[in-house]
Every structure is written in C-alpha cells, then in structure tokens.
C-alpha cells in the first residue's frame, strides 16, 4: 500500500503504524488522517495482524496535533467537516476488533493526545508528553477528545487539562491514568511488543468480544453493558476457543489457538 505518512509493516503477528511527517513532529493534515483510516482497514483485514501497534517516526513525537498550518486556513464549514473526518478515523481505530497499543514516544498533543486515547492501552515513554493545547489556539479539541480524555480520566482532570491548554510528562500522566506505563525511551518499543506478545498468547476471538464488550458497555448503562457481557459469554462457546483454552489448562499445556 502507497501511503506517504505512515510506515506500515506487518511482523510477528503485529501491524507497526508508525506516523511519519517528522519535519512537522507527525501533525496530522486531512491527507495524514485519511491514510489513517486506509491504513487500519488494511491491518484490519490482514489475518496475519493480532495486534496493532500506533507509534510515531523521530525522537520527538507521537503526533504534535492537528496540522496548524493547514487548520489555519480553514472556515466554519472546512472546520466541522475536519472534526468529522478525524472522529470517524478515530473511531475506527477504537473499534477495530484488534487490540491496539499507542507507544508514545514523545509530543503527543491535541488530535495525537486523541489519536492515543482512542487506541485501548497507551505506553509512554520517560521522554514523552501529552496535552489538550487546542484553546491556546483559540478552538477546542476535534477528535473526540473532550470526551475520550473524560472517559478515561474523569471529569475534573480532563477540565484541568483542557481548559489550561498545559502539557504534562508520562509520569504525571501516569499518575492520572492517561497513561498505562511509563518506560526508558530505548524500551518503548520492546516494551509495547512484550505486552503484545502476552496478548497475542490468549484466544484471539475472545481477546476481541472483550474489547467490543468493554466498548460497547462504556458507551451504554451498567445493566445493558452487563447483559451485553452475558451474551458474548455465550458466543465465546461458539467457537473452538474454551474447549481449547480450558483443555489445555486442564492437561497441563499450553493452548494452541
Ligand atoms: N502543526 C503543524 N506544524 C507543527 C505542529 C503542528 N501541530 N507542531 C509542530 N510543527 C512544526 C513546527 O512549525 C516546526 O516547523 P518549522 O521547522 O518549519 O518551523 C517543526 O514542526 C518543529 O516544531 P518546533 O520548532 O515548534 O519544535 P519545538 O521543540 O520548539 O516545540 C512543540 C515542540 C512544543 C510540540 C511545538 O511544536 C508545539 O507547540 N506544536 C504545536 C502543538 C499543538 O498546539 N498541537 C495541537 C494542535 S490543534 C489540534 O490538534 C486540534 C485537533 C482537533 C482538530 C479539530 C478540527 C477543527
């Protein structure tokens, strides 16, 4: 696949991601964001794919934000279509039925502060930081991040964050839940694999009813979530998976998926 912004490759049963604009810190502009979605359908419906790995080119950032360059151009109308485009490709990658780890490895502010949110386990290295800076530039975030960054953070700290426009490191943004991990930078990447392999050697079909049950239930009631569990119990049984999984436990193996 032609892409001129990402570096897509496909190893070891993970899809490596890797926004790559490093002469803009990975600003996303509209051709960025539209080969975003491109991108994950491709890794998406490749078999070979368990797990998904989003990470961004250089030494400084995951992705600084929303291009300002192109953004500063635009009108009402060019702004609401943006917001939308961004949010769908987002909202793609949250609901791609594949677990989907952002390795932060530095800048990762406004749409790359949301570009990780929407990804189901962020890894961050000691180098990197995150912010909700849009209200500096006089808008707000676009992507989904108002209300991603309270799901995951709560309310409050997403208030502080966005209101002040004010970027904090990993560990501050550990200590909040933005974050998953912090780790060295040179084991960023190591790392993300490892949790990827700890993953990839449990049954794939019920890793991705967790995800989708897990999602599903955040976007509705405790009792809807919880009777919407109940029914994916019932389709693991479908499929090859517990006789597997629970059989090798009980012969003392290792199970093959
Ligand atoms: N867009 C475009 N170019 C950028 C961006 C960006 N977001 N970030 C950095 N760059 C460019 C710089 O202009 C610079 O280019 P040049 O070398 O040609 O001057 C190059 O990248 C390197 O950047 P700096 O020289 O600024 O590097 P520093 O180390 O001094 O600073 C910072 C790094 C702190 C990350 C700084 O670059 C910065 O503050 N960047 C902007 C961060 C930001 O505000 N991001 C949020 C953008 S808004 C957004 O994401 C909204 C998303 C939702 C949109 C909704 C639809 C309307």
Known sequence: MELNNFILSVEEGIGWLKV?????????????????????ESLENDSAVKV????GEGEKAFVAGADIAEMSDMDAVRAR???????????????????????IN?????????????????IASEKAKLGL??????????FAGTQRLAR???AGKAKELIFSGGMIDAASAEKIGLVNKVVAPENLLEEAKKLAGK???????AVRIAKTVINRGLDSNFQTGQAYEAEAFGVCFSS??????????????????
């Open 240 to 257: 090859g998976e517990p006789k597997e999984g629970m059989g090798a436990f009980l012969e003392k193996r290792k199970a093959e998926w």
């Open 20 to 40: 790559n604009r490093p002469k803009v810190l990975n600003a996303f502009n509209t051709e960025t964001i539209l080969e975003l979605e491109k991108a994950i």
């Open 81 to 103: 279509a943006f917001s939308q485009t961004g949010q769908r490709v987002l909202a793609k990658i949250e609901n791609v039925e594949k677990p989907v780890i952002a390795a």
């Open 106 to 122: 530095g800048f990762a502010l406004g749409g790359g502060c949301e570009l990780a949110l929407a990804c189901d386990i962020r």
């Open 133 to 142: 800076p849009e209200v500096t530039l006089g808008i707000i975030p676009g």
């Open 152 to 154: 995951v953070c709560g």
């Open 52 to 55: 998904i790995i989003v990470t």
């Open 199 to 205: 993953i990839m050697a449990n049954g794939p079909l």
